[in-house]
């Protein structure tokens, strides 16, 4: 299978297959130097798109380059990512057809700024980031709310 970078409808460029893929096939890693969450917010603490990957639930952060980086979020993806072996890889949730361009959902679980989705899936969150972090936001924001009398 060979993985092409070309114009996406989601956003910018993202990477499709010229193969069939067959569910749970490893298609990428997703290679990059590794930082410190530390490091990561200070390198790019200005900058709001970035190719930085979670792993270890934050505590280390790939920042990515390589074709990977280019498979763009979906509230609908046919892939997902795991962690094995200290390696991130994005693998096929389900069959994927010839032409098709690999997503996987970002379940972005950290910052306050917005991150709208623009995958046009269905059921689209609206949003990059998790339901749950949606939840965390929603929740905090409504506190900072004036109480009507």
Known sequence: MALVLRQSRIHSHGCYTDAPIRKGT???EYVGERLTYEQADDLYD????TYLFGLDGGKHIIDGYGVAAFVNHSCDPNCETDQIR???????LRDIEPGEELTYDYNLYDGE???PC???ATRCRRSLYSAAHLRKIAKKRAKLLPVAS
Do not use: H, R
């Open 46 to 49: 200005d900058f709001p798109n």
């Open 86 to 92: 200290g390696k991130m890889w994005i693998i096929a």
């Open 118 to 120: 623009l995958c046009g």
């Open 26 to 28: 490893l298609i990428v």
């Open 113 to 115: 700024d917005d991150a």
